[in-house]
């Protein structure tokens, strides 16, 4: 029988190579001169299977690595011999003691110096009287808190109420003199906290009567009614504040002083500025106690609550409750309105004659 010898069949079985891109036509060379060969070995190409040059990138990498793992070692070892003392000693250094001994002395002069310097802030005295400028840093602080709204109160001694005032009026018709109207006053705090101010209120009684007649009244404590302790239960930072809930406090409630709601009346004023106060519907057009304050002009608002009157002084107030805001509406602390009550020249609320409506 003859012997029949086992031959690899190109593209079927191959041997294993060293890693490495291998084309296909030099896979089928090797295999046939593998089949092929007698008594010498085939001849292999070995730069085709190997990057040589990445070889010898490891084999210097390789070497730096160990001679950085040998100085570390040896660092190691002096540190454990001289107990952590090798890193701040410096023998070189101390082997001339004239210039550390110059160096000391330069660093007393300094201490002394430092020391001195210290002492005369110590006991430093302004040529001013520290009481007047207590005050002004008082005024300087009140212009900065709102220089992010209104700027030019930095530069200008003008107050934020005059500033509004200047901005466009809410009315767009012609009406009797400002003189004329009643205006009330409201005082605002913290809950147990601090106190935040006090703003002044005109109310716009020749155009929304019925509406200004039951705010009127409520501020001035008819009936039982008052705004006295009510809570402010949104503020929308940099948009406006409602409260007036006298019956639940958290914008669910109020009633008026014509029943549980009364009908809206008209939309003549604008809400074109900060200050403006409005009535919050709390339905189809039903009004309640529930009233807003702008903090900036509206327009969304101008058809939509019933416009009854504006902020003529403390502006700066409402600046104060608009930091207290956040994102969903309700207050960081719990403001209350503190006291409330017609403003005639300072002096107490008087009793009003009850709107029939």
Partial sequence: MENKTKKFKPYLKSPRYLPGQIDRDTITHDLRNYNNHHTKPFLMNPHKYVNSQRLVNDRYRMSEINRQNQQMIKKINVINRNGGWVDTFNPIAYADKTKWRAHELEMQEIDRNNLVTYHKI?????????????????????????????????????????????????????????????????????KNGVYLGRIIIELYNDIVPVTVQNFLSICCKMDGLTYKNCQVHRVAPGQYIETGDITKGNGKGGISIYGETFPEENHKLRHSKMGVLSMVSVGKKLNNSQFSITLTAIKKFDGLRVAFGKVIKG????????????????????????????FINGKTPTVLRKFKY
Wanted: aromatic fraction near 12%.
């Fill in 315 to 342: 502006n700066t107030t409402l600046c104060k409750m608009d930091g207290l805001g956040r994102k969903y509406g309700r207050p960081i602390a719990p403001i209350l309105i503190y006291n409330c009550g017609k």
């Fill in 122 to 190: 110590v006991n430093a005295k302004s040529e001013y009287d520290t009481r007047d400028l207590a005050e002004y840093w008082k005024y300087v602080v009140e212009k900065l808190k709102n220089s992010s709204k209104y700027p030019c109160i930095l530069f200008d001694k003008k107050s934020l109420d005059f500033i509004i005032r200047q901005e466009p009026s809410i009315s767009c018709i012609c009406a009797r003199l400002e003189k004329e109207r009643p205006r009330v006053f409201m005082d605002f705090r913290v």
